[in-house]
Structures are given as structure tokens and as C-alpha cells.
């Protein structure tokens, strides 16, 4: 079971959230599109690894370990790029072992993910990193925050327009920065904010699509196929942790 837990004030503009399953009893875990790269570690007893998966494009079994500790960083969307010597597109559907992809060592972390004070050991890493490269704002960021807060629901044109530059200039710089194109992104916000929706009891499903602005519950479910290979009715039977998760 997964649980998962807030970083210190100063990462929240990076970090989205730490999550950790301890003991583990799963086989496989399942990953759907959310626009975002993980920092991944695993740790047995007699070994220790970590690598960075970038965001996939559709729903993917990963298979695990029994018995293993996972733990991860979730970055919230374009800001893994401040942390990696690679362009974000360059995780898309991939990992990358944390040793050649991050801009700074992991020291022992990878060793320590059970110990009670992991959490406040990642805090410390990441604000050291930060107060010696100080992240640049980009234009980009300002666009995820509007499809973000406008639940997905923009026309891509309009982002352009924001952005400042053309429709090509703006999905060139998404690739590189979130590593999906703005018009994926934008389907993925949309099917979250369904997704936490859903959760919600006595929610029907034409209700939860008119509220999350899909033309009907049609269009919301062929998005759900499209994006975790099943139905919405499904997903809500299957994926009760994914929708907690969406909805904290």
C-alpha cells in the first residue's frame, strides 16, 4: 500500500509529494499518464538502486519485488528539469539509472529509505542542491499552472498565446520541460480532475463528465481508455489508492 507524504514549504514548488511502500507485497504496480518524472529508490537487504522514470503515455504494469522497500520523489510537472542533466523528453516512457541523469549525488540516501527520518533526509537533499543552483523561472511554467487551474479544460492556441511565441515553439518547449506535448498534458489534467471527481459518493458518471468539461460521458470515457485501458467504472473498482492519491 502506498502512502504518501508532503516535502518541507520551501520544495513544494518542485516537489509535488514523497510516497513509500514499505515491506512491499505487491507483484506489479500500475502507472498511468500524469505528466510528471519520479525519482524511484529500491532497497532489500543486500542491495540498493534508484532511477528516474520519466511520465508514460499510457497505462504500464511495472512489475516489483516482494519484500522490497519503494520510495519516491514526485516532481510536479517541468520542474524535474531543474534536478537532471537530460531533457525531460528523454524519460518519456523510459528510466534512467538516478547516477547518470541527476546533477548531484545521492550519497547514502539510497541505503537509508527505511530509516524514520528518510523524509526529512530527502527535505535536506534537495534544499542543499537548491541553494546552490537556484532555479530559473521559465515562461513554460506559467502555462502548466493555467492548464493546471483550469482543469485541462483550454484550447491549446489560447496557451500558445500565453506562452508568446507559436504553437510549434510552445510544444517544442513542453517536449523538452514535461515531456509530453500540451495537448497530452492537458487530456491528463482533465482525466485527474474526473478521476478525483469519481471519488466523490453519489457522483454519477454523466455528472462527473459535464463537471469536468467533456462534451458527455462518452467523450470522458474513451479518454479513460485511452489513458488507463479501461472504463471509468472500472478504474473506480480497480484504482481506489490512484484516486485517494488524485484527490489529497
Known sequence: MLSN??????LRPFVSHYWASFNNRQVTHAIFPDGSV??????????????LFGTSTSATEV??????????????PGQARHFMSLAT??????????SEALRFSL??????????????????????????????????????????????NVRIEEAAGMYGKSRRQLERA?????????KLF?????????AGRIACPGASLAEV???SGYVDQCHMTNDFRRLTGTSPARFLKRHVAFLQDATD
Open 5 to 10: 507524504f508532503l516535502p518541507s514549504p520551501s
Open 38 to 51: 519520479d525519482l524511484v529508490f529500491a532497497a532489500d537487504a543486500t542491495s540498493a538502486d534508484c532511477w
Open 63 to 76: 512489475p516489483l519485488v516482494a519484500g522490497t522497500n519503494y520510495l519516491g520523489v514526485r516532481f510536479r
Open 89 to 98: 523528453k528523454e524519460l518519456t516512457n523510459h528510466h534512467e539509472a538516478a
Open 107 to 152: 550519497g547514502e540516501v539510497p541505503q537509508q529509505i527505511a530509516m524514520p527520518t528518510i523524509f526529512q533526509r530527502l527535505d535536506k537533499l534537495f534544499e542543499d542542491y537548491l541553494d546552490h543552483r537556484q532555479p530559473n523561472e521559465h515562461r513554460i511554467d506559467q502555462v502548466i499552472r493555467w492548464i493546471e487551474t483550469n482543469s485541462g
Open 174 to 182: 513542453f517536449l523538452d520541460c514535461v515531456g509530453i506535448s500540451p
Open 186 to 194: 492537458a487530456s491528463i489534467v482533465r482525466f485527474q480532475n474526473a
Open 209 to 211: 463528465a459535464l463537471a
